[in-house]
């Protein structure tokens, strides 16, 4: 069984299309994350929920929108895409959203904007 | 401004030695470090992490040291295999933060036979 899986994997589309990637994990986990990878291979954090409430939003335009029905999902959904939003986006959870706890990542979306 | 940086891109070693891979660090404010390793194709991997209250943890052939002075962390692997052939991201992260990570943009690692 996938601990943290998110669908689709490889998401190819036009610019100015709207989008949505699903993650949801099996770990009954209370916090789950969304990171991008640039081309740059930087992962960096764009936002966090616990228990299905926001708790981590960094500076990321509000083309895109987190969303979690449950604890056990967070789906992250995007606006108007941009060529830059290519990228390899990274679904994540862990226990409880402690600096000490283990986060673990999902197998990655890797959307291409043409 | 990059606050976890990884100044080897790559890094190759032969079958049975040592691996070495680096990561520095800015912000005084991070007190936990950790290590991820990932494949292609793949989400990355905890590997090892270390708090800012040691200065070394070890978990078989891993090893992470920590020199808070340097702001500076390594992890050493001995021996190296070919299955340890992958992308190495060190991350750090910072008491009441939300458990946010920040990354160095990895080191990959090629152990040749």
């Known amino acids: 069984d996938t601990a943290v899986s998110q669908t689709p994997k490889y998401l190819v589309t036009q610019m100015g299309n709207d989008k949505s990637i699903k993650c949801e994990q099996n770990l009954g986990h209370d916090t789950m994350y969304w990171y991008k990878q640039d081309s740059k291979k930087f992962l960096k954090i764009m936002f966090s929920y616990n228990n299905k409430e926001l708790i981590i939003n960094e500076t990321v335009p509000n083309r895109f929108s987190p969303k979690s029905p449950d604890k056990a999902h967070l789906n992250l959904h995007i606006n108007s895409l941009e060529l830059g939003d290519s990228a390899v986006y990274f679904c994540?959870?862990?226990?409880?959203?402690?600096?000490?706890?283990?986060?673990?990542f999902g197998p990655g979306t890797r959307l291409t904007v043409l | 401004d990059q606050q976890v940086k990884q100044n080897s891109p790559s890094l190759s070693v032969q079958e049975g030695r040592i691996s070495i891979l680096n990561c520095d660090y800015t912000?005084?404010?991070?007190?936990?470090f950790l290590w991820y390793k990932k494949y292609p194709a793949e989400g990355p991997t905890f590997l090892i992490s270390i708090s800012s209250i040691k200065d070394k943890n070890e978990d078989g052939r891993f090893t992470v040291f920590l020199n808070k002075s340097a702001k500076h962390l390594s992890l050493h692997i001995v021996p190296s295999q070919p299955g340890d052939s992958a992308v190495y991201f060190c991350?750090?992260?910072?008491?009441?933060?939300?458990?946010?990570?920040?990354f160095g943009q990895g080191t990959e690692l090629s152990v040749k036979p």
């Open positions: 912000n005084s404010m991070f007190d936990y």
């Open positions: 991350a750090a992260s910072e008491m009441g933060q939300g458990g946010k990570l920040i």
């Open positions: 994540a959870s862990s226990l409880a959203g402690t600096s000490t706890d283990t986060q673990y």
